[in-house]
């Protein structure tokens, strides 16, 4: 399963990024789906993430300057960054937490990740 994610690259402190995550349909509609990020000797920290009641959580660190969205026809996820910080600097990961009920009853789970973007804020 391939999560693809666009949108990384340098920015200057106080710009925006939009990221983007596009998933199988399939895997789409029975995930939460939600933004990790990571920085060289530390662990996957979550940034944003949809519950699976549909609402939202985010990181102390980004509130009130990220909004994460999605676009449910495309299975696209977005992370929109705004007023980025050199400590916002870091690998950035989609997730998409995979649970669904089969036809005979049984459950399935899964976690998948993107391949990563890099997001670098600097002068």
């Known amino acids: 399963v391939q999560l693809v994610e666009s949108g990384g690259g340098l920015v200057q402190p106080g710009g925006s990024l939009r990221l983007s995550c596009v998933a199988p349909?399939?895997?789409?509609?029975?995930?939460?789906m939600g933004w990790y990020r990571q920085v060289p000797g530390k662990q996957r920290e979550l940034v944003a993430a949809?519950?699976?009641?549909?609402?939202?959580n985010y990181a102390d660190s980004v509130k009130g300057r990220f909004t994460i969205s999605k676009d449910n026809a495309k299975s696209t996820v977005y992370l929109q960054m705004n007023s980025l910080k050199p400590e916002d600097t870091a690998v950035y990961y989609c997730?998409?937490?995979?649970?669904?009920?089969?036809?005979?009853?049984?459950?399935?789970?899964?976690?998948?990740w993107g391949q990563g973007t890099q997001v670098t804020v600097s002068s």
């Open positions: 949809f519950t699976r009641g549909g609402n939202t």
């Open positions: 997730n998409a937490d995979a649970l669904s009920q089969n036809s005979d009853g049984t459950w399935w789970a899964a976690a998948y």
């Open positions: 349909g399939n895997i789409f509609s029975a995930s939460a």
